[in-house]
């Protein structure tokens, strides 16, 4: 397992576990313990998941100590503003069970996110959370963001997969120094992603399935990943990727499935805007 080093210095590990849509807390917390004992180091959730609280548990639980897991959390629009950002990040501490967060993120770009982003900057200086960053924030309101705050976000977690692989705003990214972390690394499944011809194709020549060779490009491309399932045999089998090595004509071949476009929806989209901004918590 590779650790990546954010531009504020802190490391990362490369692959963690995602726990959407794990809406219930018992299977939640268990999910989150068998991830901990298989070998996961990085736990994402969101205050939108509603399952901190199971997070937290599972990790109480576990045998793993709290500093050798990186625990990421995402603030929900209708926190935003710099008070209410700073009161939310208290009450996710306080469902996960801890008195510092490894990675703070501003789930969406809608509403009052420079306020929100501000509350986060003062709780890094703090030292309540060791790096900061965004999600789903699209080259335009990221360099935006960027050029009028002090920090530049460590992370950027966007939905990123063999089907939408993110070029541009890849080049922004690393213009600016900031991490590009994938949501939905399978598309939630979305496309037949599991039975794509050239993925298994290209898993048959490694002894591999379609999920890992998907994760594997990836992490050669240097995104950072955090797949989710409830089953332990898939977590193992998510994990079972830092044994093989895509060659270039793989790579090259895995490049021409982008069709450059969501699999889900695109933020941008006003219709989009007005569905999740009426979502509160
Ligand atoms: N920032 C955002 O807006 C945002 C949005 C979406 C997700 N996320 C984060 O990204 C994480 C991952 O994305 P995601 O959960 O949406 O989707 P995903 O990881 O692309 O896909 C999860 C789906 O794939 C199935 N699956 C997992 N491993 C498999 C395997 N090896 N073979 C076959 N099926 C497999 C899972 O089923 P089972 O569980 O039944 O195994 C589940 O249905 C989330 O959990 C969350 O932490 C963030």
């Known amino acids: 397992m590779a650790t990546l080093t954010l531009n504020n210095g802190v490391k990362m590990p490369q692959e963690g576990f995602g726990v959407y ?10 999910a989150v313990k068998d991830a901990l004992e298989i070998g996961y180091r990085s ?5 939108a998941y509603h399952n901190e609280e199971a997070v937290g ?15 990421t959390t995402k603030v929900w629009i209708s926190n935003y503003g710099y008070e209410q950002t700073k009161a939310s990040v208290e ?9 510092y967060l490894d990675l ?13 982003y501000r509350a986060l900057e003062d709780m890094y200086e703090e030292g309540k959370l060791r790096a900061i960053g965004v999600s789903n924030f699209y080259p335009d309101r990221y360099v935006d963001l960027v050029k009028f705050n002090r920090i530049v976000p460590a992370v950027n ?14 080049e922004y990214l690393q213009k600016y120094g900031t991490q590009i972390e994938s949501w939905g690394p399978f598309a939630e499944g979305r496309n037949d992603f599991f039975n794509n011809a050239t993925l298994k194709e290209i898993g048959a020549e490694h002894d591999k399935t379609a999920a890992q060779v998907a994760l594997r490009f990836l992490i050669q491309e240097g995104v950072v990943i955090i797949p989710k399932s409830t089953h332990q045999k898939r977590m193992q089998e998510n994990l079972d990727i830092w044994d093989f090595a895509l060659t270039a ?4 071949q895995i490049t021409a499935l982008d069709t450059k476009t969501s699999l889900f929806f695109d ?3 006003p219709q989009r805007v007005e569905s999740v901004t009426q979502f509160t918590l």
């Open 21 to 30: 849509q794990i809406d219930d807390l018992e299977t939640c917390k268990q």
């Open 43 to 47: 736990l994402d959730t969101a205050q």
């Open 57 to 71: 548990a599972a990790i109480a639980e576990s045998s793993v100590d709290r500093q050798d897991i990186f625990l």
């Open 91 to 99: 009450e996710s501490l306080r469902k996960l069970q801890t008195d």
């Open 104 to 116: 703070v993120l501003l789930h969406q770009p809608y509403g009052d996110y420079y306020g929100a």
């Open 157 to 170: 977690q966007l939905e990123t997969h063999v089907f939408h692989q993110r070029q541009i705003d890849r």
């Open 249 to 252: 004509a793989e790579i090259e």
């Open 267 to 269: 933020h941008a989209d």
